[in-house]
């Protein structure tokens, strides 16, 4: 274990040797148990270690599965009844596993408070901030009310909320999501903990919002000198502000050590693998390595074998006068909000976007949530509810205006025109075999001959797809988010389309996921000659996979350039603020 | 989650599968097929086909309470001694041996009746066993039509409404509104009053009482098929479906239907259990089945007044048979939910 505290005594949180199994019920006569952090290697169970030290900030990186949060989870022990835990956590000296419920209740929120990822559904919506912010005041320091009113305000002005005083009226939806989560810190801060416990809290915000949080918890953290477990997967995230990172995969820590050491000279093949597969703003590879890539070379090169050649080539130039396939001009689209009992006014989603897609080329489209981007790319299928609100513009698909054709002549041109979703869980219908997901857009349009020939056709892009062709008969919920994305790219392939609406497609998905999936796609377009219109949040991903970019900010296009030129020289503010906001790991010596 | 290659179980083979580990639901399966076996058998005359014999005395007690002692001193004592002689002053005097000789060759073959009976008989004697059987044949008949009509009503409406909203879902949520504004009984009274004037259209009894039933509880099923294809309809499968050119009745019923079927399974259960207790109180009250035919609701009836005598027994027999198959189904239900909730599966 790496010690890097200058203290000998005891770190303020030890974790030694701890395992987590979760009882799954009995079959046969047996206990089932799930193991989720710690695992059996030779014969012996090996645990998690690692320590917090007062003052630090100490980062769990991880993918979903390594067993990060539940690791995390298990030092208040949040976790779920049929959790069991082994090993040792101690806190200041105080062994938590042996604590009562009760001394681990007068624990919670006092001396360890907890953030965790979304703070929509961590408030209580029918609490005023106010209400719920004085709560753990006079429960736990015994304050009256007039004394915790004053101290939920200072403490609202101490994470940055504007206007402290009103905002402890204002319930929960009436602030924003990274106001929220401002307001989840005031709660987790209230009573001066020494170890704050964050999971995942800039993940379901914007990057800008992401970049003020981050700084805010830094600061607070220096000010109340408090140690911070963080638990990420984002190992951008993690670089920037923590001062030690402990890697975990399937339940194990693969490596730890101070950030430096991590991001310039990883030890472990799985973290150097980690580090390499994700997109980055100031590269852009043809093909991304893969984790499983990188590991196996790794290996072959262990067992003696040449390296693998993972040097990337430089992407094949594209041809700038490809065919235009697909042309907006001028798309709005409005949507009618309920004003009063009858009255309604319309609110302006998208105003006024235009550009044009060349076969083969990718268009990305970036912005913040609620800029519009989705909505304009389930405008270009007309996929909105036709009663929802008017659809304004053009867009021209093989000289048709697709806003103009009746529903019933729809038909041929959704086979052209198809999109991907961000949720693969919720994209596929889950009573639906794969097999039947892949033929009933092929039946639709009566291609493919037969069935037989649908389900031949099915199979070979399944293999395409990288999926074996047994998994026919099976179920969504028996596959993984990755595997899940690759079978809706598949179903979209069936019906050989022209132009591929690529909404948030790998936002869900883990970095070596997300990996394989771009790769994939990139391979597709280069093979197929697709056209993709790519909508994201992540510009890192945007830069690997695009032409051309278009910046949207509440419904309008702010910029729209070539990619390289965007990355290189925004001209517009916003663009600017964007690009600065995007988390660049550890960056020695200047960060 | 990946388990070994070769065909899975799909979600109703895993429902199943849940559905058999829990001990309760197989149980009160169990016993909903007998009962289902029981009214099959009723309904091929192989069972209490003779339930209107007159089997038993009147009144006969259970066997279990052994025979009724005679009574032993009539509260008006009879006549003592030799009955008066009334030869002299009788007009018909001379025709008595005629008749009694006319007597003689008349012989009136009185079935011997049983004094105890398994479940004891009814006021005219009827086995109260082969009434309760009979019984469960039009109560569960009833109750089971009258759920599945009201399912079908309901998740097409609620399906409608829930899918395309706009004029349509306003003009359904508004009859909605007539339905479930109006107290249930007495819109049950008003369709039993209309629907018997309408002999012609349809025959009194077991189909006008399904039609009624189907008519006035629609409404529960609705909300909530409803609910749930409002909530569908914006789910991204849905929209991959639209996108890929399925028709609006594809998604309706290929792709929405069977993700919320757990729900409208589960409610045409509830829906069973409460048919069949309105046809009970609908033929308590007289509007229920014909004269000629037996439910649970008129054996309720008649044993109102069979109770101020002291005869319990048909009260008992059709509050047992009823209480034991509306628990179980609803066990039955109850488990079935449990087995197809999509929440348990994990994955969702």
Redesign the interface.
Known sequence: MSRTETTMDEPLLRIADLRVSFRLGREGGQMQRAQAVGRVVDGRAVGVSFDVPAHRTVALVGESGSGKSVTAMSVLNLLPDNAEREGTIRFQGRDLLALAPRELRALRGKDIACVFQDPMSSLNPVFTIGAQLCEPLRRHLGLTRRQALARAEALLAEVGLPEPKRRLRAYPHQLSGGQQQRVMIAMALACEPRLLIADEPTTALDVTVQRQILELLATLKQRHRMGLLFISHDLGVVGEIADQVVVMRQGTVREQGPVAQIFSAPRDAYTRALLACRPRLDACPARLPTIDDLMAAEAAQAAGGAPADTAAATPPPKDPDAPVVLEVRELSKAFWLRRGVFGRRLFQAVRGASFQLRRGHTLGVVGESGSGKTTMGLALLRLHDPHGGPTGGQVLFDGQDLLQLPRGALLPVRRRIQVVFQNPYASLNPRFSIGQTLTEPMAIHGLGGDDAGRRARAEALLARVGLDADVMRRYPHEFSGGQRQRIAIARCLTLQPEVLVLDEAVSALDVSVQAQVLNLLKDLQDELGLAYVFISHDLAVVRFLSDEVLVMKDGAVVEQAGAEQILRAPQQDYTRRLLGAVPRGWVPAAG | ???A????P??WGAAWKRLRADRVGMTALAVVLAFVVLVVAAGLGGVAADWRAEVGVPDAPPTLLGPRAPTADPLVAGPAGPAADLRDIDPLAPRYAEWDAAAQRLRATEAPRAQTLPLGADRQGRDVLAKAIQGARVSITVGVLAALAATLLGTLLGALAGFY??RLGDGLEWLYNVFTAIPNILLIFTFAAVLSRADALLPKGVWSIVVILALTSWTGIYRLVRAEFLKHA????V????????SAS?RIFR?IL??VSHVVLVQLSIHVVAAIKSEVILSYLGLGVAVDQVSWGTMLAEAQGELILGHWWQLAAATAFMAVFVTAFSLFTDALRDALD?KL????
């Open positions: 989650m990946d388990r290659a070769g065909a899975s799909g979600v909203g706009g914006v789910r991204d499968y929209r991959a479906a639209e996108a890929i050119g399925a594809a792709h069977p993700n999509p599966r994990g994955l969702e």
